[in-house]
């Protein structure tokens, strides 16, 4: 099954796993409340959304449900560039990860890796053509 590109809220929540790594419900929540604002059932709500789309993994630890993010911030990150580019530039080819030097999200050693991960994604798509 593919995997689902995520929202812009559960970006959210993915920013936070990316960075911490497995958290309780009640951790991403304090974790993230300020980018979002959000109530905590409105967060849990977030993660059962973002479980059924397969975002996410659950596992119990002590007894807790805990959340991890099921793909890495880079591989997310190639597949939304990829679609923006096709959606929205309506060009074939991989944008140049370049682009995205400077971001608060990835490092310049993370560039060169999603530059990777753009080209593999191009070349797969026109294999399947």
Do not use: C, Q
């Not at 689902?4 to 790594?21: A, D, Q, Y």
């Not at 991890?68 to 309506?90: E, H, N, Q, Y």
């Amino acid at each position: 099954m593919p995997v689902s590109n995520p929202s812009e809220s559960e970006l959210k929540l993915l920013r936070v796993l990316w960075r911490e790594g497995r958290l309780s419900a009640r951790e991403l929540h304090n974790a993230a409340l300020e980018d979002t604002s959000w109530s905590f059932s409105a967060t849990r709500k977030t993660l059962e959304r973002m479980e059924a789309k397969g975002l996410i993994s659950v596992e119990p630890v002590h007894g807790v449900k805990t959340y991890t993010a099921v793909s890495g911030k880079l591989d997310v990150m190639a597949r939304l560039i990829k679609d923006f580019a096709a959606k929205i530039l309506d060009t074939d080819g991989p944008l140049p990860a370049a682009a995205f030097t400077g971001s608060r999200l990835i490092n310049d050693d993370e560039v060169e890796k999603l530059e990777e991960l753009l080209e593999r994604l191009s070349d797969e798509e026109g294999e399947a053509s």
